[in-house]
């Protein structure tokens, strides 16, 4: 099956035979994804009624893996469920192990969603827009209230469902909950997502390189393409000032503390309102100038993004859209989101009670 020699042969699993691995027994359809981490097949098994994804990952036996303690800790709707998460000696290196995770399976992304219609030529409606996007800031907000920050928001990352417009997040190989001052790697998240302090390599950090992560995802569904598409992370930096113009001093030194005296070619900012003209709505450039911001503190968190105007027409939608597709559920806030938000911003946010409008081409 592997079309690499880098994976070894664990990762080969028969396709269209029952399989009993530690005790879950399946059947894998087709691999559905590759990558440095792994394999992702599509499965199914008698023990559940939807499709799965399982995820194979090579796992050194003497550090822990992270991403299935995170996993073993959600419960939320925007975010990737653990079905089964369990380990296998590896048969080629006794320091290995093999990590096999079972998750809900999601037939596209919000990258293969928005390319679609870009071979069409077509913008994506707005009314996914705002679904895709107000359930991401949902999951983000239910992460970072418990201090775990992704690290690697892109829009392979986010799963989503065209036949209920559910959007989960997954892959948290990169997540960590993140301890205040604690020195991490800088080189973490994928180039076109990197918050800019990463790309000045600050090892200091917070959850805001998410919401700058998230910002470059609304820019890309809006415009059929990524905003900062740097070839390395020199040109990387350069395509960020390209739009936002220079950093001052300041700033600077905001993103990386030991950056106290550099001097940068004066560069004007294009502006996100030149970027976008006619292609995003006037709510959509104000919430994605807030988050992409130089200075991390002065990103929004990802429960006021949630509040924010561009979303202001979800909370006033009928049960299904003009095509029929039904509306998720988008009000059932987890504990850590009420705590997070506070529960008057949280019931102010709830308004299916309002009167519902009409929908129109703004959606």
């Not at 194979?56 to 089964?84: A, F, G, M, S």
């Not at 076109?192 to 805001?208: C, F, H, M, N, W």
């Amino acid at each position: 099956m592997s079309d690499s020699e880098d994976y070894p042969p664990d990762f080969d699993i028969p396709l269209n035979q029952q399989l009993n691995i530690d005790g879950f027994i399946f059947v894998a359809e087709r691999v559905v994804g590759r990558g440095s981490f792994g394999i992702v097949y599509l499965i199914k098994s008698p023990e559940f009624q939807q499709p799965l994804a399982l995820k194979i990952v090579l796992q050194d036996r003497r550090y822990k893996n992270r991403e299935l303690q995170i996993l073993q800790r959600l419960r939320h709707p925007n975010t990737t469920i653990l079905r089964k998460g369990f380990f296998q000696p590896s048969s080629t290196n006794a320091d290995d192990q093999i990590l096999y995770i079972v998750m809900d399976y999601y037939p596209e992304t919000i990258h293969s969603l928005y390319k679609q219609y870009a071979r069409l030529k077509q913008h994506v409606p707005l009314v996914i827009v705002r679904l895709t996007l107000y359930q991401l800031a949902r999951s983000l907000a239910y992460l970072h209230a418990q201090h775990i920050t992704h690290r690697d928001i892109k829009p392979t990352n986010v799963l989503f469902d065209p036949g209920s417009l559910t959007c989960v997040l997954c892959d948290f190989g990169s997540a960590k909950q993140l301890q205040p001052n604690e020195p991490n790697v800088a080189y973490i998240c994928s180039r076109y997502y990197r918050a800019p302090e990463l790309v000045l390599g600050s090892t200091i950090y917070d959850q805001k390189i998410d919401i700058w992560s998230f910002g470059c995802i609304m820019a890309e569904i809006l415009l059929g393409q990524p905003l900062f598409p740097g070839e390395s992370s020199v040109d990387q930096f350069v395509e960020i000032v390209k739009v936002l113009g220079a950093p001052s001093q300041d700033e600077f030194t905001a993103m990386n503390a030991s950056l106290q005296n550099v001097r940068f070619k004066d560069v004007k900012p294009y502006g996100l309102q030149k970027v976008f003209r006619s292609k995003a709505h006037a709510d959509a450039v104000d919430l994605m100038e807030k988050c992409l911001q130089f200075d991390p503190k002065k990103r929004p968190e990802a429960i006021q993004i949630i509040g924010h105007p561009f979303f202001d027409q979800l909370r006033k939608l009928p049960e299904n859209l003009p095509g029929g597709e039904p509306v998720p559920e988008l009000f059932d806030f987890t504990e850590e989101e009420i705590q997070a938000a506070g529960e008057g911003i949280v019931k102010l946010m709830k308004t299916r009670e309002i009167e519902k409008v009409q929908m129109d081409e703004d959606y």
